[in-house]
């Protein structure tokens, strides 16, 4: 088995893995949109993302989708080659997310010392969960990759009612949940109405989203890279006559944001972070079995993870945390 003594993530959800299994004193480079845990020396960030992140939804979407053909995001191949890496991370899931796993392989054919790169997948939360078993393997760390799995098997033996919420990953255009995220609802015992576990997050129609809210309890906000902060000044940017908006207001539903970039589209331990949020807001009489560490990590729900949002006088506000 190689000692891997000198290793780059490019993707969060990784380098959170590293730190779960005790290992983030081997990191010697991350992506820049790896947030460190507290405390923790700067790294070198390699990958920078080649369009303007800061727009609102539907701009995003469309820059996005002009991007046909090439990758997203680029990498600093002269940094990466003075860090002298032997093992690369990366993931082959989304390239809108991440820089595109073809790019890394390109781009470490060319560094000295060979090193491996290894790649994720995971479509679902098995997968999650298998990628953390396939890291363990590599790095030597099966115990702790065994005992981080088995957080996620948690009991729903307890009596609860049935909500049901409609998650969304993105709001101009609407998307769905998708991948492990309707797994996560599962876990808390709640019914996700957008998506299907293992199946990518897609636009949603607006009479199908109608039909979907009508029978919603609430909604959750857990878009793709936004904070709850930038979810809130999101809301605020859409028209009012805006369809989500239009339907929330219709069917009366409560909405609450999640932060979408250390939680709900982030494969990785921090899902658990994730469950516990989803708890704390729609299961507050149920004990979270989630610790407040694993190994280097923390998994405590922080201040900024979540939120009920309200709508007053034709304005955005938190109306409270969790």
């Not at 702790?144 to 709001?171: D, G, T, Y």
Request: hydrophobic share 40%.
């Amino acid at each position: 088995m190689a000692n891997f003594s000198r290793i780059v993530s490019l993707l969060p959800g990784l380098t959170d893995t590293l730190f779960a299994l005790s290992l983030g004193d081997r990191l010697c480079g991350i992506s820049h949109e790896c947030d460190l845990p507290d405390g923790w020396p700067g790294l070198p960030r390699l990958t920078r993302c080649r369009f303007d992140d800061s727009l609102p939804s539907r701009e995003i979407d469309n820059q996005v989708r002009s991007h046909s053909g090439t990758d997203l995001y680029e990498i600093n191949t002269d940094a990466l080659a003075a860090l002298r890496p032997d093992l690369i991370l990366t993931q082959s899931q989304c390239d809108v997310c991440a820089i595109s796993e073809q790019t890394v392989v390109s781009a470490a054919q060319n560094l000295p010392g060979n090193p491996q790169v290894f790649s994720v997948n995971p479509l679902d939360l098995a997968g999650v969960v298998q990628m953390f078993h396939d890291l363990g393997q590599l790095l030597d760390r099966p115990i702790e990759a065994q005992a981080l799995s088995a957080l996620f098997h948690i009991s729903q033996s307890h009596k609860l009612p049935n909500l049901k919420i409609a998650h969304l990953e993105w709001l101009d255009p609407a998307m769905g949940s998708g991948h492990w995220n309707p797994d996560l609802f599962r876990l808390a015992n709640l019914d996700e109405l957008t998506g299907s576990s293992g199946k990518l997050s897609e636009v949603i129609a607006i009479d199908q989203l109608e039909s979907i809210l009508s029978g919603a309890d609430a909604v959750v906000l857990g878009l793709c890279g936004f904070t709850v902060d930038r979810t809130l000044s999101e809301l605020g940017l859409l028209p009012a006559d805006h369809p989500v908006l239009k339907l929330i207001k219709q069917y009366n539903l409560e909405v609450y944001a999640v932060d979408g970039h250390r939680l709900m589209v982030r494969p990785g331990p921090l899902l658990l972070t994730s469950l516990a949020s989803l708890l704390r807001l729609f299961r507050p009489g149920v004990a979270s079995p989630i610790p407040a560490r694993f190994g280097q990590l923390c998994l405590e729900p922080q201040a900024g993870d979540s939120a009920k949002l309200q709508n007053v006088a034709g304005g955005w506000i938190i109306q409270g945390g969790a």
